[in-house]
């Protein structure tokens, strides 16, 4: 069974810096496409960072230069690294794994949800001024 753990969210300061993690078991990590998604209050839930089987990164242009996707294959781990956050930042951070097409689309165009296989349960992240 796929379990995609989050953990690291809380509150944060604008300007500061939060690390998330996503502790994965059930499947090859290795060999999945990775993502995180985010969902701030009012608006969709939308993906904002992916990293394929190869490493190979991509980011929405709102956390493009400010956010870091990684993986840890050896502890099946993901992370994502936030840096000079602000108000925008605020919102549920997800975790999700799906095939290669996902990152293709994360990359290209758009990360599309229906091309998630598994999902966290979320992580709250609230920065305030």
């Known amino acids: 069974q796929v379990e995609l753990v989050e953990s690291g969210g809380g509150s944060g300061q604008t300007g500061g810096s939060l690390r998330l993690s996503c502790a994965a078991s059930?499947?090859?990590?290795?060999?999945?496409?990775m993502a995180w998604f985010r969902q701030a209050p009012g608006l969709r839930r939308e993906g904002i960072a992916s990293i394929d089987s190869d490493g190979n990164a991509s980011y929405d242009d709102s956390v493009a230069g400010r956010f870091t996707i990684s993986r840890d294959n050896a502890k099946n781990t993901l992370f994502l690294q936030m840096n000079n956050l602000d108000d925008g930042d605020s919102g549920m951070y997800y975790c999700?794994?799906?095939?290669?097409?996902?990152?293709?689309?994360?990359?290209?165009?758009?990360?599309?949800?229906?091309?998630?296989?598994?999902w966290g349960k979320g992580t709250l992240v609230s920065i305030s001024s």
């Open positions: 999700a794994a799906g095939g290669e097409s996902l990152c293709h689309y994360c990359r290209t165009s758009y990360c599309y949800e229906n091309m998630v296989d598994s």
């Open positions: 059930g499947y090859n990590f290795a060999r999945r496409c």
